[in-house]
């Protein structure tokens, strides 16, 4: 099964910028969707952004539009998430998420995450 190990995280005043980068342990050509997620302290995890590979359609939350790009470089079998102009409510864990085809479920896919990397937005 394909493991994620997020890294990147970190303090950041408000206005800078982070990038967030996800290793897979084996080949990314066959995800069927990547994407970021975060959780803030006493919050619900919140989908950032995702991208479907079949389509390569992508979408952002509305609070990171236009500041977030998410991207991947399928021969380091890594995902990327670009943050910039960071503000403090974007501050929490920030978790990778790859769906990854199988026959080993009805739905045809296995969900996997990785273990979360922090982001603090604070001056």
């Known amino acids: 099964q394909v493991q994620l190990v997020e890294s990147g995280g970190g303090l950041v005043q408000p206005g800078g910028s982070l990038v967030l980068s996800c290793a897979a342990s084996?080949?990314?050509?066959?995800?069927?969707?990547m994407g970021w997620y975060r959780q803030a302290p006493g919050k619900a995890r919140e989908l950032v952004a995702r991208r479907i590979t079949s389509n390569d359609d992508t979408n952002y939350a509305d609070s990171v539009k236009g500041r977030f790009t998410i991207s991947r470089v399928n021969a380091k079998n890594t995902v990327y998430l670009q943050m910039n102009d960071l503000k403090p409510e974007d501050s929490g864990v920030y978790y990778c998420n790859v769906l990854v085809p199988t026959i080993r479920t009805p739905e045809g896919y296995l969900e996997v995450w990785g273990q979360g990397t922090l982001v603090t937005v604070s001056s």
């Open positions: 084996e080949s990314i050509l066959s995800i069927l969707t």
